[in-house]
T-cell receptor, first 110, second 115 residues
Framework: QKEVEQDPGPLSVPEGAIVSLNCTYS??????FMWYRQYSRKGPELLMY????GNKEDGRFTAQVDKSSKYISLFIRDSQPSDSATYLC??????????FGAGTRLAVHP | EADIYQTPRYLVIGTGKKITLECSQT?????MYWYQQDPGMELHLIHY???????EKGDLSSESTVSRIRTEHFPLTLESARPSHTSQYLC??????????????FGPGTRLLVL
């Protein structure tokens, strides 16, 4: 079993939809959670990071962590065609290296 | 915006050639990484470094080598390129992880095609 599981998609939604992207992890020692966005043929860019359970909001993006279920989510409101990219979750357990999910490909069509 | 740079961005080269992919960062980060990523596929860690004169192999076996003589510079070398080395190579850096883990910042990548 992988330490971080992420559905690769692809996920196709109409413009304006609410998008939900998810990852599960196996090690309860993980405490630091990140979402990266990667456009085609580019390097991943850090989108959001959070340390604790609960929600963190940044504009149209909300990161949610449920440590009891070992489940993290990224919500995108009012999705735009410019949000079309691959979204990678990443998890760290303190002093340990970052572990990336496989990435979910998202396509937002006009 | 992350200050991490990779050159060249694109490289087409013949089999058997020696190549060096450059990576540099101006953030003073101690840790640096090289990942290999095929189109639409996962990131695979191939090398990392905790600091000057420190290099470690990653999770994915690679025929490449790295060096870390200066904090800001982490080049990757292939002594004899083969078509199987065709891929995208991503460099990243981070501060040494603390109790809250670490955040990595990525360069734009080098797309390598070996003919």
């Amino acid at each position: 079993q992988k330490e971080v599981e992420q559905d690769p998609g692809p996920l196709s939604v109409p413009e304006g939809a609410i998008v939900s992207l998810n990852c599960t992890y196996s090690n309860s020692a993980f405490q630091y959670f990140m979402w990266y966005r990667q456009y085609s043929r580019k390097g991943p860019e850090l989108l959001m990071y959070t340390y604790s359970s609960g929600n963190k909001e940044d504009g149209r993006f909300t990161a949610q962590v449920d440590k009891s279920s070992k489940y993290i989510s990224l919500f995108i409101r009012d999705s735009q065609p410019s949000d079309s990219a691959t979204y990678l979750c990443a998890i760290s357990g303190g002093y340990n290296k970052l572990i990336f999910g496989a990435g979910t490909r998202l396509a937002v069509h006009p | 915006e992350a200050d991490i740079y990779q050159t060249p961005r694109y490289l087409v080269i013949g089999t058997g050639k020696k190549i060096t992919l450059e990576c540099s960062q101006t953030m003073g980060h101690d840790k640096m990484y090289w990942y290999q990523q095929d189109p639409g596929m996962e990131l695979h860690l191939i090398h990392y470094s905790y600091g000057v004169n420190s290099t470690e192999k990653g999770d994915l076996s690679s025929e490449s080598t790295v060096s870390r003589i200066r904090t800001e510079h982490f080049p990757l070398t292939l002594e004899s390129a083969r078509p199987s080395h065709t891929s995208q190579y991503l460099c990243a850096s981070s501060k040494i992880a603390g109790p809250k883990g670490e955040t990595q910042y990525f360069g734009p990548g080098t797309r390598l095609l070996v003919l």
